[in-house]
């Protein structure tokens, strides 16, 4: 029924249990005079449609606090109300909707070890040291919100309108954060990670200091979009990073740091103005996105990572967008048979020595086998074969003429160049450091008219940057180039060609990158890609070459014509 605790009463509660036990409604009334203090307070029984009401004002609470009512449709009203756990001694804070939720005196305070603690307008958590450990506190208020510095286990926000986070506070998570849609304010806060046990760090906020301490696991969002306005401290944790994108958006400088234990990222994004500095050797496994400002990789160690699922590439720099310094490019080779591969490269100030720290190489100047140690154990049969040629459209005949074998591996690989390089059959990773090729890149083309249209015009041409390009993009300058290209397809053994929307053998509109290929020039020619050309595709087949044993070491042209066995029988 009602407890009317009247007005003149001195009152003395230590010890006692007041149950509102009824199935009806109920109030649970706030005494006069205001020192009047509640011991424990239970809420029970099953109330079907009635509610029970705490009013406008302060419940002050010494020692438990029991909300064990059920309802049907009935509910608590919680409207202007404040439950103050008062007690100098242990409490513990009950999982309950609150409205107004305050802490006082000395006492420690316990968050309830499971369930959800409902703030629906302020928390005051007082001095109290607490014991966190398994609950929820859920923001859920329907008008503007103020989340207090304080170590949450799990805090959530149902609230869909704005929640302020403390200027200068830290915001402790040990277990879950679940920000919902509301539009927050976080200037100069910091969301603190501090879990010992595994923890995912949300996408779609935009923190400001971002931070990870403690010993736990620690993941990155594998979907959207995990922002950080000022500074982002991963600790020594060990990172999960699949599908995540970390956007560094200051407007202005700002650290990009490394993962610890070599982790690599997975998409990097760069927005607002100002330069972002690489704060340690890292790696990509997705898209580096410079879409405002500039990228400083800051002499560390830059790594594009290419394995069999994808390459990482650097997406279209516009607007003034720019990378500063070297990368190193990674390319897996995929698996093939030993057979010549088109190849070329991403960055620049490279030579044949680069590649030929991955990939063994024979024939010329520099190599262990070369025409001048054929006597050395094991060169025989290799010392004469170049491994390495390039093409030169310019030298007359028929198309294969126009071979050139490599001379030495101080050969420049130059850009805008096409290289055919001989591969085992086992896939490898090989990688190039410098800097990136960027902006307007024109190809190496020619076009000389012997008066043979099939032979002449061909050339050997190379995506110039760290990205797969697409062909059918608008941003192209083709000025006397035909239309298709040529690549050659291992799984066919026939050449994979692309004209618009009329893809051959496995041929494609995307070009991988460190990938050559062939056009034909059918008068003076240029060909000039710009940024925009650039695809964000990680997996772009990277086609190669295919030959079966024995067959000739002479490079692949691009007839389409059976190729001629080894008299020697020496395999390859």
Same mark, same amino acid.
């Given at each position: 029924?009602? =407890?009317?605790?009247? %007005?003149?009463?001195?009152?003395?509660?230590?010890?006692?249990?007041?149950?509102? @036990?009824?199935?009806?409604?109920?109030?649970?009334?706030?005494?006069?005079?205001?020192?009047?203090?509640?011991?424990?307070?239970?809420?029970?029984?099953?109330?079907?449609?009635?509610?029970?009401?705490?009013?406008?004002?302060?419940?002050? *609470?010494?020692?438990?606090?029991?909300?064990?009512?059920?309802?049907?449709?009935?509910?608590?009203?919680?409207?202007?109300? &404040?439950?103050?756990?008062?007690?100098?001694?242990?409490?513990?804070?009950?999982?309950?909707?609150?409205?107004?939720?305050?802490?006082?005196?000395?006492?420690?305070?316990?968050?309830?070890?499971?369930?959800? *603690?409902?703030?629906?307008?302020?928390?005051?958590?007082?001095?109290?040291?607490? &014991? #966190?450990?398994?609950? &929820?506190?859920? =923001?859920?208020?329907?008008?503007?919100?103020?989340?207090?510095?304080?170590?949450?286990?799990?805090?959530?926000?149902?609230?869909?309108?704005?929640?302020?986070?403390?200027?200068?506070?830290?915001?402790?998570?040990?277990?879950?954060?679940?920000?919902?849609?509301?539009?927050?304010?976080?200037?100069?806060?910091?969301?603190?990670?501090?879990?010992?046990?595994?923890?995912? !760090?949300?996408?779609?906020?935009?923190?400001?200091?971002?931070?990870?301490?403690? /010993?736990?696991?620690?993941?990155?969002?594998?979907?959207?979009?995990?922002?950080?306005?000022?500074?982002?401290?991963?600790?020594?944790?060990?990172?999960?990073?699949?599908?995540?994108?970390?956007?560094?958006?200051?407007?202005?400088?700002?650290?990009?740091?490394?993962?610890?234990?070599?982790?690599?990222?997975?998409?990097?994004?760069?927005?607002?103005?100002?330069?972002?500095?690489?704060?340690?050797?890292?790696? #990509?496994?997705?898209?580096? /996105?410079?879409?405002?400002?500039?990228?400083?990789?800051?002499?560390? *160690?830059?790594?594009?990572?290419?394995?069999?699922?994808?390459?990482?590439? !650097?997406?279209?720099? /516009?607007?003034?967008?720019? !990378?500063?310094?070297?990368?190193?490019?990674?390319?897996?080779?995929?698996?093939?048979? &030993?057979?010549?591969?088109?190849?070329?490269?991403?960055?620049?100030?490279?030579?044949?020595?680069?590649?030929?720290?991955?990939?063994?190489?024979?024939?010329?100047?520099?190599?262990?086998?070369?025409?001048?140690?054929?006597?050395?154990?094991?060169?025989?049969?290799?010392?004469?074969?170049?491994?390495?040629?390039?093409?030169?459209?310019?030298?007359?005949?028929?198309?294969?003429?126009?071979?050139?074998?490599?001379?030495?591996?101080?050969? %420049? #690989?130059?850009?805008?160049?096409?290289?055919?390089?001989?591969?085992?059959?086992?896939?490898?990773?090989? %990688?190039?450091?410098?800097?990136?090729?960027?902006?307007?890149?024109?190809?190496?083309?020619?076009?000389?008219?012997?008066?043979?249209?099939?032979?002449?015009?061909?050339?050997?041409?190379? @995506?110039?940057?760290?990205?797969? *390009?697409?062909?059918?993009?608008?941003?192209?300058?083709?000025?006397?180039?035909?239309?298709?290209?040529?690549?050659?397809?291992?799984?066919?053994?026939? =050449?994979?060609?692309?004209?618009?929307? %009329?893809?051959? @053998?496995?041929?494609?509109?995307?070009?991988?990158?460190?990938?050559?290929?062939?056009?034909?020039?059918?008068?003076?020619?240029?060909?000039?890609?710009?940024?925009?050309?650039?695809?964000?595709?990680?997996?772009?087949?990277?086609?190669?070459?295919?030959?079966?044993?024995?067959?000739?070491? !002479?490079?692949?042209?691009?007839?389409? =014509?059976?190729?001629?066995? @080894?008299?020697?029988?020496?395999?390859?």
């Amino acid at each position: 029924g009602t =407890f009317t605790p009247g %007005a003149l009463n001195t009152w003395t509660c230590a010890g006692s249990t007041i149950d509102f @036990n009824g199935t009806g409604v109920q109030t649970v009334p706030i005494p006069t005079p205001a020192s009047f203090l509640y011991n424990n307070v239970t809420i029970s029984n099953a109330r079907a449609a009635n509610s029970v009401t705490l009013p406008v004002g302060t419940i002050k *609470i010494g020692g438990a606090f029991n909300p064990t009512a059920t309802f049907t449709t009935g509910n608590y009203i919680i409207t202007g109300n &404040t439950i103050n756990y008062t007690s100098s001694g242990a409490q513990t804070i009950a999982a309950f909707n609150y409205n107004n939720l305050t802490s006082s005196s000395t006492g420690a305070r316990t968050l309830a070890a499971a369930g959800t *603690i409902g703030v629906a307008g302020t928390f005051i958590k007082g001095g109290n040291a607490y &014991t #966190i450990t398994g609950s &929820t506190m859920n =923001f859920n208020g329907s008008a503007g919100q103020s989340v207090p510095a304080f170590n949450y286990y799990n805090i959530a926000a149902s609230n869909t309108t704005t929640i302020t986070f403390p200027n200068l506070g830290t915001v402790g998570v040990a277990g879950s954060f679940t920000p919902g849609t509301a539009a927050y304010t976080v200037t100069g806060n910091t969301v603190n990670f501090n879990g010992s046990g595994s923890q995912t !760090i949300p996408a779609a906020f935009n923190f400001n200091n971002l931070t990870s301490s403690s /010993t736990g696991t620690r993941t990155l969002a594998p979907a959207g979009t995990i922002s950080v306005t000022a500074v982002f401290t991963p600790g020594t944790n060990a990172y999960t990073t699949t599908g995540s994108t970390v956007n560094f958006v200051a407007a202005g400088a700002q650290a990009v740091p490394a993962l610890p234990g070599s982790v690599n990222y997975n998409n990097i994004t760069v927005s607002g103005s100002g330069t972002k500095t690489l704060g340690g050797n890292s790696g #990509i496994i997705g898209v580096l /996105t410079i879409a405002a400002g500039t990228f400083n990789v800051n002499g560390k *160690i830059f790594t594009l990572i290419s394995t069999a699922s994808g390459t990482a590439s !650097i997406a279209a720099l /516009t607007g003034g967008a720019d !990378i500063l310094g070297n990368i190193t490019m990674q390319r897996w080779t995929g698996n093939g048979p &030993t057979d010549w591969r088109f190849l070329c490269s991403a960055v620049s100030g490279q030579t044949l020595a680069n590649w030929m720290t991955y990939i063994p190489m024979s024939g010329f100047t520099g190599c262990y086998c070369n025409p001048s140690s054929c006597g050395t154990p094991g060169c025989a049969a290799t010392c004469t074969y170049v491994s390495v040629y390039t093409y030169n459209e310019t030298k007359t005949g028929i198309q294969d003429s126009g071979f050139v074998a490599a001379s030495s591996t101080g050969d %420049a #690989i130059v850009d805008g160049k096409g290289y055919w390089v001989y591969l085992g059959a086992n896939p490898i990773t090989f %990688a190039v450091t410098g800097a990136p090729y960027k902006q307007a890149k024109s190809a190496s083309v020619t076009y000389t008219n012997t008066g043979s249209p099939s032979d002449d015009g061909w050339n050997v041409v190379s @995506n110039p940057y760290p990205s797969a *390009i697409d062909w059918d993009k608008p941003n192209w300058t083709k000025t006397n180039i035909s239309g298709t290209i040529y690549i050659w397809n291992s799984s066919t053994g026939s =050449f994979a060609s692309y004209s618009t929307g %009329a893809p051959v @053998n496995g041929g494609s509109n995307l070009i991988a990158s460190q990938q050559a290929y062939w056009v034909q020039a059918t008068g003076a020619p240029s060909l000039t890609a710009q940024e925009l050309v650039k695809s964000n595709v990680l997996n772009t087949t990277y086609l190669k070459t295919a030959n079966t044993p024995k067959t000739s070491h !002479i490079p692949m042209a691009f007839k389409d =014509f059976p190729i001629p066995l @080894n008299t020697n029988n020496t395999p390859n």
